[in-house]
């Protein structure tokens, strides 16, 4: 065989392990988030009498103790909200997006037909106090960077413990350059649940964790399922294990830390 055949196939063989490769987060870094319950989008209740993203959701999660997920994006002119979805539509009966409407009008609707409104995340750092670790995830938009530096902002006068994460790789990787000490995570899930409307290798890209090589993360909160082969091969190589949404139900033994909801979970051993 070919020295150039030889050398081609050594290259194919190493990498996935090149591009799956997650980043080496140190014990003290990754012990307040490894082996705990995190409630996803806070404590919420099923029939949203407690709206997720809420103040209330929050305060519960914190009462009980439990670690906290939430998502943020920006509002037309620039604040740092705490919503999931990019529309309106399911929470709020709003028709339109999160990006295309001020605080001043966001703040005045309503979730989930409560009387809860859309919080900024800067009031829900306050409430949550330090008390408990919160996983923020910050959603894709129109205005990436600055999302990332308004969150950070905020994120530096916080006491408490906090890390970050995000199914946008670009995302992660703008704060392995610009805060490396912040413990952050790439979200991810199998192919056939990304967006149908995603192109196909986009969608097998993420999958795979391929663009790791961009952020290289170091914990993986991977959709509860079975793990493609290189998403094991990450966490072989040290990254570490959160899994979404656990709901009490799910074979979660292969996973570090649980994000939750609609079940009370016992802690981790």
């Known amino acids: 065989m070919k020295t150039k055949t030889i ?7 190493a990498a996935p392990f090149f591009l799956t490769a997650p980043g080496r987060a ?3 870094k990754s012990a307040p988030f490894k082996n705990r319950f995190f ?3 806070g404590l919420f209740d099923p029939d949203a009498s407690v709206p997720e993203n809420s103040l ?3 305060k519960r999660a914190v009462e009980k103790g439990c670690g906290i997920e939430l998502d943020v994006q920006l509002s037309r002119d620039g604040k740092v909200v705490v919503f999931h979805d990019d529309t309106l539509t399911r929470v709020c009966g709003v028709d339109g997006r ?4 001020d605080f001043s009008d966001l703040e005045k609707m309503t979730l989930c037909g409560t009387d809860e409104k859309i919080p900024l995340f800067s009031s829900v750092l306050k409430l949550i106090g330090g008390k408990v670790p919160v996983i923020v995830e910050l959603k894709t938009g129109k205005k990436n960077k600055e999302l990332c530096e308004k969150t950070l902002a905020l994120m530096e006068k916080y006491p408490g413990t906090y ?3 995000s199914f946008d790789p670009r995302i992660v990787a703008w704060f392995k350059k610009n805060a490396p000490e912040i413990f952050r995570g790439q979200l991810s899930q199998r192919s056939e649940d990304f967006p149908q409307d995603m192109p196909a290798a986009e969608r097998v890209i993420l999958a795979n964790l391929f663009l790791n090589v961009l952020a290289r993360p170091e914990f993986v909160a991977y959709r509860i399922s079975k793990k493609p082969l290189c998403v094991k091969l ?3 190589m ?3 294990r959160f899994g979404w949404t656990y709901t009490g139900k799910e074979d979660a033994k292969d996973f570090d830390s649980l994000i939750f909801e609609r079940c009370e979970p016992k802690a981790k051993k």
């Open 26 to 28: 140190d014990k003290e």
């Open 234 to 236: 990450c966490e072989m």
């Open 163 to 165: 890390c970050v994460e």
């Open 238 to 240: 040290g990254a570490v």
């Open 39 to 41: 409630a996803h989008r």
């Open 7 to 13: 050398l081609a196939l050594a290259a194919l063989a």
């Open 56 to 58: 209330p959701a929050f």
């Open 98 to 101: 999160v990006d295309e409407f």
